[in-house]
């Protein structure tokens, strides 16, 4: 997780350089979903999303956590396409929402300012225990203002943290885009241990 906004300010380099494909302009309003199989859950992904490879967008990590990278190649944003990343791993010891929203935080402000948080909520779901974090910023290298969605998932020693991140638009766009985002979040099935 500590390492998720490095990844991020990457990704917003690589977009913004025109390093993403253009494709025909779609409504981020979504019908049609596909399955994704990441090892410890499935989740559904927009079938209008391309999933990126980590390692061949030069952005794997050291460390053994899985991450996934999908991007909304249809979107009518060229600069920065909304974006989704999921991180898997298996933690030792319990398992701190709290803890993970105060590093969040802090992990911000690198590449981050004026962080304001919208809301902070915890949830139990049949498949675990869900903690929704959504917050606007600005993106001090391109001085963009951005809306975030982070989930953290988390199901025994197993944690799934998802990050959503696109350029603030009008309060309409950004509840349809909370709304995908929450639709990809609650499509996770874990599978068993």
Not at 27 to 42: P, W
Not at 75 to 83: G, H, N, Y
Not at 159 to 164: G, N, Q
Request: hydrophobic content about 35%; proline content about 1%.
């Amino acid at each position: 997780m500590n390492n998720m906004y490095k990844y991020l300010n990457v990704l917003i380099f690589y977009f913004a350089s025109g390093c993403a494909k253009d494709k025909n302009s779609q409504a981020n309003g979504v019908n049609l979903y596909n399955s994704h199989d990441l090892g410890a859950l499935t989740v559904q992904i927009p079938s209008t999303w391309e999933y990126l490879n980590f390692a061949a967008q030069g952005l794997q990590s050291s460390n053994k956590d899985k991450k996934y990278l999908f991007l909304n190649t249809h979107s009518k944003d060229t600069v920065l396409r909304e974006t989704v990343i999921i991180e898997i791993a298996q933690r030792n010891g319990t398992i701190s929402f709290s803890k993970l929203e105060k590093a969040l935080l802090t992990n911000m402000g690198a590449g981050q300012d004026q962080i304001r948080i919208l809301s902070s909520k915890n949830f139990v779901t049949q498949e675990g225990e869900l903690k929704i974090v959504e917050l606007n910023c600005r993106n001090k290298e391109f001085n963009m203002k951005l809306e975030e969605i982070f989930a953290f998932y988390k199901r025994d020693k197993q944690l799934a943290s998802l990050l959503w991140t696109g350029l603030s638009h009008s309060e309409s766009i950004n509840k349809n885009n909370r709304e995908l985002f929450m639709q990809i979040v609650h499509s996770i099935q874990w599978k068993k241990p």
